[in-house]
């Protein structure tokens, strides 16, 4: 009787301390730690920064923030915080097509950051970051740091502090790939009526990203608004993703208005064993136009002026969803239900062209 009376006093005992730990471990959960989405988060040791004769620099230009690159007995970029910033109030951004990290910080006392920034540094890892600078608004203080390359974020907030690890984006994801809205801005594309081809691929990706949220797959998207990242550029976000594949959305046009269909474009100068750019461009014309029920009309060789098609150098193709310059066409690529059906025709060729590569 003994025996079992101690048995089950130590069970209680167990019970207790393991919900205390619980407790403990959801609270510091709750206030220490600001997630990145999707990012595992780890537990850090606050580095010692020891001061050195001269390791301080004075901002060089209005709003800079001074990163020390002294300190560095860390794996983590250390940005500190005013103490009176919460987890809640941290949000970090990532800016991949510009190479940006931003570090938003919700605050009334936008004065006080300011000063805050404008006196102290940055420290620890500082590879990756290029440049610092610092804006003030209304409602919050937002932390830009230049970075050399496209990366994802772990991150942990503790000690007045937020801790960064930059992380190639294969280190997280297993599958990527790059989603390219062709024009934008002052490039319109083909023009018919007031209707804007880059509204109209700008659409489409809009839809796509609907689809992709729900999936496996990782996706970069090149813009999601009226900007225009230069050729290089967009090509580059797929070289710095090591993504698996590049599909570029484009409307067609012609003086020809009885021309419509759809087609595809692949650069066959460069050549990628197995699954390519010829492959990946077929299985995109043969999909959306299963998908919209419409007329194919073939695969076209990447023109000399096509710098996006020539530069990339993982498999790519450009659908070109129809002929803007066709009434019937115009009048389709206007409608949201066709807008989805497109969608679904290139997610469709994505999946379809992952398992090609895996067989």
Request: charge should be negative.
């Amino acid at each position: 009787m003994q025996q079992n009376s101690l048995m089950k006093s130590t069970l209680v005992y167990c019970a207790l301390f393991v919900a205390a730990a619980m407790s403990v471990m959801l609270y510091y959960a709750a206030t220490k730690t600001v997630g990145v989405a999707d990012l595992a988060q780890d537990e850090v040791v606050r580095p010692s920064v020891q001061k050195e004769e001269g390791a301080a620099a004075v901002p060089t230009k209005e709003n800079e923030i001074v990163i020390n690159r002294s300190a560095r007995n860390t794996s983590y970029f250390c940005i500190p915080m005013p103490e009176s910033v919460k987890a809640e109030e941290v949000v970090l951004e990532n800016h991949y097509m510009d190479k940006e990290l931003w570090v938003s910080i919700s605050t009334e006392q936008t004065k006080n950051y300011e000063a805050f920034y404008r006196t102290g540094s940055v420290y620890g890892n500082c590879e990756s970051v290029t440049d610092g600078r610092f804006e003030a608004e209304e409602d919050r203080v937002c932390l830009r740091f230049a970075l050399d390359g496209v990366y994802e974020y772990r991150s942990i907030f503790e000690n007045h502090t937020l801790y960064v690890e930059f992380v190639p984006s294969k280190e997280v994801y297993e599958k990527i790939i790059v989603i390219d809205p062709a024009y934008g801005g002052d490039e319109h594309g083909v023009t018919a009526d007031g209707i804007l081809s880059k509204n109209i691929t700008l659409d489409i990706a809009k839809a796509l990203k609907a689809m992709f949220d729900e999936s496996d797959i990782k996706v970069y998207y090149t813009r999601m608004d009226d900007s225009n990242p230069a050729a290089a550029d967009r090509a580059e976000l797929a070289a710095a993703t090591k993504a698996d594949m590049m599909i570029r959305i484009e409307v067609n046009g012609d003086e020809n208005s009885k021309l419509y269909g759809t087609s595809a474009v692949y650069n066959s100068k460069f050549f990628i064993p197995g699954f390519g750019n010829v492959e990946l461009a077929d299985l995109l014309e043969r999909e959306v136009v299963t998908s919209i029920s419409g007329k194919a009309c073939g695969l076209i060789e990447s023109a000399e002026e096509d710098l996006v098609m020539n530069s990339a150098t993982v498999p790519a193709a450009a659908i070109r969803v129809g002929y803007l310059t066709n009434s019937q066409e115009a009048i389709l690529l206007q409608r949201e239900d066709y807008i989805k059906r497109i969608a679904e025709g290139i997610y469709n060729a994505v999946m379809k062209a992952y398992g090609q590569r895996e067989e």
